[in-house]
């Protein structure tokens, strides 16, 4: 496996994919690595997944998200806002009408004008850009897109220019390859090698994120001789951090055994590439 440590949104990283239609602006970063599917597919459920057998959903597929009232209250009062809001429920009760509002309706429409939106699982782009598969651009118009992280304790709420907006409609090749991909959320025990040997007391540390499977064919030829790519950030503890967290500040090619375990799999369709600085901000 490598362990990379992460880079600023504005340097390149050594790890970068490309498609049959152009560059894939995605990245390992904290929260988010990629895995060969050859071995992503050992395990059933990836496996089902990635061959579609049976009924494998995507996140969030046939429902949306609704804007909570406690999402728009860190922002100051906005005239500008307060008539999109007045629209989008208007907009929305007249394709109500003959219809009896539930209490949950009526409860929304009131409190934040009914505005939903499809969820969706974030990874990270590597293009400053929000990349947005098929599945997740029903509500997508051409102009610039809202999109919320839950919780709502803080301001979580992230425009973005319509510029900024990429989706397979348009050819984008990011959004193919997320048409297409599957993620898993993992954990991952690990003891560590060292001359291709386990040796009684070699290091050992856990980690957890998501993964992203990445078809054999496309995997960057600099790393072929390794089928796992994570985020330093990514390791949680390690069996030397005696005194403090201390990840790897240079880019690491280990040879370990461990048990990687997916408690869930996300179906292709599932996740948005959103840049890491507008994950993080606070």
């Known amino acids: 496996m490598a362990l990379l440590p992460d880079r600023p949104g504005n340097e390149e ?24 599917a050859s071995l992503a597919k050992l395990m059933p459920a990836v496996r089902r997944a ?12 046939g429902r949306k998200s609704s804007l909570p009232v406690s999402a728009l209250h860190h922002y100051p009062p906005s005239a500008q806002v307060a008539d999109e809001a007045r629209a989008k429920a208007e907009a929305w009760l007249e394709s109500r009408e003959g219809h009896e509002l539930t209490p949950e309706e009526l409860f929304r429409i009131v409190t934040a004008a009914n505005i939903n939106g499809p969820g969706a699982v974030a990874v990270p782009s590597a293009d400053g850009c929000l990349h947005v598969p098929t599945l997740k651009s029903a509500t997508l118009s051409g102009g610039g897109v809202l ?11 992230r425009p973005f220019a319509a510029q900024q907006v990429k989706s397979a409609a ?103 590439a959103v840049p890491p600085g507008e994950q993080k901000k606070a």
């Open 170 to 272: 348009v050819g984008d090749p990011t959004a193919a390859f997320l048409d297409q991909c599957v993620t898993i959320q993992y954990s991952f025990n690990v003891a560590q090698k060292s001359n291709k040997e386990l040796a009684a007391g070699a290091p050992t540390f856990f980690a957890k994120g998501l993964l992203i499977v990445v078809p054999d064919e496309i995997w960057p030829t600099e790393f072929a001789e390794r089928g796992l790519v994570m985020s330093a950030e990514d390791v949680k503890c390690h069996s030397s951090w005696t005194k403090g967290k201390d990840r790897v500040q240079a880019d690491a090619q280990l040879d370990c055994v461990g048990i990687l375990q997916a408690p869930e799999v996300f179906a292709a369709g599932s996740v948005v």
């Open 13 to 36: 990283h050594p790890f970068k994919l490309t498609g049959p239609d152009g560059p894939i602006a995605l990245r390992p970063h904290d929260g988010c690595g990629f895995i060969k």
């Open 50 to 61: 990635s061959e579609q057998e049976g009924p494998v959903a995507a996140f969030g597929e």
């Open 147 to 157: 999109i919320g992280r839950s919780p709502y304790d803080k301001p979580n709420l």
